[in-house]
């Protein structure tokens, strides 16, 4: 479990992918149970008995789930989480995309590690890394593998067309895989995908996805509904959690640089995505969530 200790007996401490704030003891006990031990060396080691044990687990349960709780104690001096936009270079022109022509632009190496280091010793707890393509930024490995080595969890936006080239690199040496996520864009099946995202992306995506999968490692895709993809969102899903996807992100168009007005979809059909998602869970729940943004405000 990551932790970062806090001032007067508090722990920052990442727990079933949600982070929360306790005490020295709390944060023994949550170890303990997160690495499955044995009721009697719990015992052993707390010097309780197992009903003691029970009592306070359904107390840190009942506190955890507390909105005061959270009121309390999640007032911290420096922020848990930042997104490193680490390059403006990318290897695709998306149609959609809200960023439009990128300039290139990228800092030196050297400039990034110590941007690394200074991340390292600020407290924080998790980094994005985004772009552009980050995976395009030479050298991504190294600082990768710098945050991982410090218990900082890395998530990663990525097209995924370079993400086996990556594994490759630093799959060896990573001890913790619970602590490098990928965020894929993935925009519908084959041909839709393909017109929004140029030709023979589809299966380098896919394959990208599922190597990363067969090497261990959480991804969690992300979908921009447009004009071009909207019938395709479905079957999609199908596919997407059939090779092992943990979540399945569903976002709406932001009408900005390459982004056009003729891409967008109505209220209407938005609301009947949302039945036919609806249906989806139902028939499927074993898919797990699917995060699905609300509609706009018109």
Not at 10 to 19: A, D, P, Q, S, V
Not at 46 to 57: D, M, P, S, V
Not at 213 to 239: A, E, H, P, Q, W
Not at 282 to 293: A, L, Q, T
Request: net charge neutral; proline share 1%; hydrophobic share 35%.
């Amino acid at each position: 479990m990551l932790k970062r200790e806090l001032e007067n007996d508090r722990i920052l401490t990442l727990w079933n992918g949600k982070y929360y704030v306790v005490n020295n003891f709390t944060f023994k006990l949550l170890d303990m149970f997160n690495n499955n031990w044995d009721i009697k060396k719990i015992q052993t080691e707390t010097g309780l008995k197992w009903k003691e044990i029970k009592i306070l687990f359904k107390e840190i349960e009942n506190r955890l789930l507390s909105r005061d709780y959270y009121e309390n104690n999640l007032n911290l001096k420096t922020p848990i989480k930042i997104q490193w936009k680490l390059t403006n270079k990318c290897n695709l022109h998306c149609r959609h995309c809200y960023l439009g022509n990128l300039d290139g632009y990228e800092m030196s190496f050297e400039k990034a590690m110590n941007i690394t280091d200074n991340i390292i010793n600020s407290n924080v707890m998790e980094v994005t890394l985004s772009g552009g393509e980050c995976l395009t930024y030479k050298g991504i490995e190294d600082i990768i593998k710098k945050f991982l080595q410090n218990d900082i969890k890395v998530d990663v936006f990525t097209n995924a067309l370079l993400l086996k080239n990556l594994l490759d690199k630093i799959d060896n040496d990573i001890n913790d895989k619970n602590l490098l996520s990928f965020y894929v864009s993935v925009d519908g099946l084959k041909e839709s995908h393909e017109k929004i995202r140029g030709k023979n992306t589809f299966s380098r995506t896919i394959d990208g996805i599922k190597y990363a999968i067969s090497k261990g490692y959480s991804v969690v895709t992300n979908t921009v509904i447009n004009r071009i993809n909207y019938n395709d969102i479905i079957d999609m899903i199908i596919l997407l959690k059939t090779i092992g996807v943990k979540d399945v992100q569903l976002s709406n168009l932001i009408l900005q640089g390459n982004a056009t007005k003729d891409l967008t979809i109505g209220l209407k059909e938005q609301l009947a995505l949302k039945d036919k998602l609806n249906i989806l869970y139902k028939e499927h729940k074993e898919f797990g969530y699917i995060y699905y943004s609300e509609v706009p405000d018109e």
